[in-house]
């Protein structure tokens, strides 16, 4: 069983910080891609930003310039630094990493977190 656990977001003024992290436990022989994705009320989820393991950046337009992702692979954990927040960026944020299992499974499955709340006070 192989899960993502999300830990900080919650609320921040506009122009603000906040950082997210996600943690993938359980079995894991390797990991692909990371990335977070978020979802707006009434919005579909949408890419933010994702993260190889050789640590290769892909961003959304949106945010570039203003967040950072960065992986620890020998922690499994993947970040999101967001700076100069705007209230459009409030949504629910999401964990997803491709994840092998085991060295017995080919291939790699989209594994995604709970989810955690940003809020950007105007």
């Known amino acids: 069983q192989v899960q993502l656990v999300e830990s900080g977001g919650g609320l921040v003024q506009a122009g603000g910080s906040l950082s997210v992290s996600c943690a993938a436990s359980g079995s894991i022989f390797s990991i692909n891609a990371m990335g977070w994705y978020r979802q707006a009320p009434g919005k579909q989820r949408e890419l933010v930003a994702s993260?190889?393991?050789?640590?290769?950046?892909n961003y959304a337009d949106s945010v570039k310039g203003r967040f950072t992702i960065s992986r620890d692979n020998a922690k499994n954990t993947v970040y999101l630094q967001m700076n100069s927040l705007k209230p459009e960026d409030t949504a629910v944020y999401y964990c997803?990493?491709?994840?092998?299992?085991?060295?017995?499974?080919?291939?790699?499955?989209?594994?995604w977190g709970q989810g955690t709340l940003v809020t950007v006070s105007s």
């Open positions: 993260i190889t393991s050789g640590g290769s950046t």
């Open positions: 997803n990493a491709d994840i092998r299992p085991t060295s017995f499974v080919r291939g790699y499955r989209a594994v």
